[in-house]
């Protein structure tokens, strides 16, 4: 099931998926970004797992176009901390473990990247009062983020595990029959 062949076939439609859904309209910060990290980490080859994201963003970046090089910084990161994550949990692939990693990641990236606003950005005062203002004013942007990263990580690593059960599963039909 695992063959060269299947993981850069899925790499390359994990890849179309995080283009398309950057460049195509969307809810803000509604994307597969973090799902694809997380999925990543717990079926690929761990560099792939990391490659996979930030060629992803990088590329949507240099197409919708560049922003604060530390804002930047800090989105990439958190998405490399969505891979560690789901790698600490790719030998227990268990529903709470993965909703769990999920959760945890968008707080993780929310906390990081709105921090990041809030420390190289001009958009609120350089004070605990503009820092508690910076998560204030990002909060719908994180209930998009948490929707997105729920919502993609059960299409994708439900939609993994439906198709790797049916084909074990057929292989094991097969075997009986013959």
């Known amino acids: 099931m695992f063959d060269k062949?299947?993981?850069?076939?899925?790499?390359?439609?994990?890849?179309?998926l995080g283009f398309a859904t950057r460049l195509l309209p969307h809810p803000p910060n509604f994307t597969p970004i973090a799902a694809i990290a997380i999925f990543g980490g717990l079926y690929l080859p761990k560099y792939l797992s990391v490659v996979i994201p930030i060629a992803v963003m990088l590329v949507g970046d240099i197409v919708i176009g560049f922003?604060?090089?530390?804002?930047?910084?800090?989105v990439y990161v958190g998405f490399i901390?969505?891979?560690v994550l789901a790698l600490i949990i790719r030998k227990k692939k268990k529903i709470h473990y993965?909703?769990?990693?999920?959760?945890f990641g968008s707080i993780l990236f929310f906390l990081l990247t709105n921090m990041a606003v809030w420390a190289f950005g001009t958009l609120y005062?350089?004070?605990?009062?503009?820092l508690i203002e910076s998560y204030t004013m990002a909060i719908p942007f994180f209930r998009n983020s948490l929707l997105g990263d729920l919502f993609y990580v059960g299409v994708?690593?439900?939609?993994?595990?439906?198709?790797k059960?049916?084909?074990?599963?057929?292989?094991?039909?097969?075997?009986?029959?013959?």
């Open 165 to 178: 059960y049916f084909l074990l599963n057929n292989k094991k039909i097969e075997q009986k029959i013959i």
């Open 67 to 74: 922003y604060n090089p530390y804002v930047m910084i800090s």
């Open 5 to 16: 062949t299947n993981i850069w076939i899925m790499v390359a439609l994990l890849m179309l």
């Open 156 to 163: 994708l690593v439900g939609g993994f595990e439906t198709v």
């Open 125 to 130: 005062p350089h004070s605990l009062a503009g």
């Open 81 to 83: 901390l969505c891979v």
């Open 98 to 103: 993965i909703l769990g990693t999920t959760v």
